[in-house]
């Protein structure tokens, strides 16, 4: 949802600006191989769509997975000129550092389950299970390596959609916003 | 199908395509590099654990 809200807020900021040009802005915007992008989602899917459970048995999806986030990694260098990139490319290394810190998955705690999930108790959430249509495992924080990397920061209720996210997912919407701004005009200087 | 085809000849320029692709990518950046974890409904494995 926060990325999501990142598009959108990227937009209307797009819009605020440029008004009526907001749309050749946005698609001036000097981006290189989309569709790593697209790959990208379609790799991670299977693993969004599978119901919690133990992490072997969602071997496949996690080889799937990681291999999208190389994917991801190759489309952020392909275009690491474009500032919002680099900032989208540090979020999605500081979410990798964490991932590959804990065996292949985001770390999420029982503490931060409860909090997303309502009506729910830390205790309730059993642990060194994957946590269902996410790329999560849920760990005790003395359990999780690079602790503050990991979904720890959350939009807890009346937020529609309760969420935990990384700071790392931060700094990808924080990116998105900033290239959705379109590319940077260069100022001519008349002599 | 004549609609459609009329729609396509008047949106489907390549600007719009190119837009329309940027947007869809950015998206799909936006799941694939993030995909915040979600509440309630306890990813499935509150059911699944008879919950």
Not at chain 1, 13 to 42: C, E, K, M, N, T
Not at chain 1, 57 to 65: E, G, I, K, R, Y
Not at chain 1, 88 to 98: D, H, P, R, T, Y
Not at chain 1, 102 to 114: E, H, K, R, V
């Amino acid at each position: 949802m926060i990325l999501a809200l990142a598009v959108a807020l990227g937009l209307v900021a797009s819009f605020i600006h440029y008004r009526d040009r907001v749309f050749r802005q946005i698609a001036a915007i000097p981006l290189h191989s989309l569709w790593l992008a697209g790959l990208a989602l379609v790799l991670q899917w299977p693993l969004l769509q599978t119901k919690g459970g133990s992490v072997q048995s969602v071997q496949a999806q996690q080889v799937l997975f990681l291999l999208s986030l190389l994917m991801l990694l190759i489309f952020v260098w392909r275009n690491r000129q474009l500032k919002g990139i680099q900032i989208v490319g540090l979020g999605v290394i500081c979410n990798l550092l964490v991932i590959l810190a804990n065996g292949g998955w985001m770390p999420i705690t029982p503490q931060t389950l409860a909090h997303i999930n309502p009506g729910t108790v830390p205790e309730q959430w059993p642990v060194q299970v994957h946590y269902g249509y996410s790329k999560d495992i849920i760990l005790l924080r003395q359990q999780t390596k690079l602790w503050a990397l990991s979904d720890i920061l959350v939009l807890p209720p009346p937020f529609p959609h309760p969420t935990a996210f990384s700071s790392g997912d931060l700094l990808i919407a924080l990116g998105i916003i900033v290239l959705l701004q379109g590319p940077v005009e260069k100022k001519t200087t008349t002599p | 199908m004549q609609k459609l085809n009329k729609f396509w000849l008047q949106y489907g320029t390549p600007h719009n395509l190119r837009l329309l692709y940027i947007l869809l990518a950015l998206i799909a950046l936006a799941i694939a590099g993030g995909a915040p974890s979600g509440g309630g409904g306890g990813g499935g494995l509150m059911r699944s654990i008879g919950y």
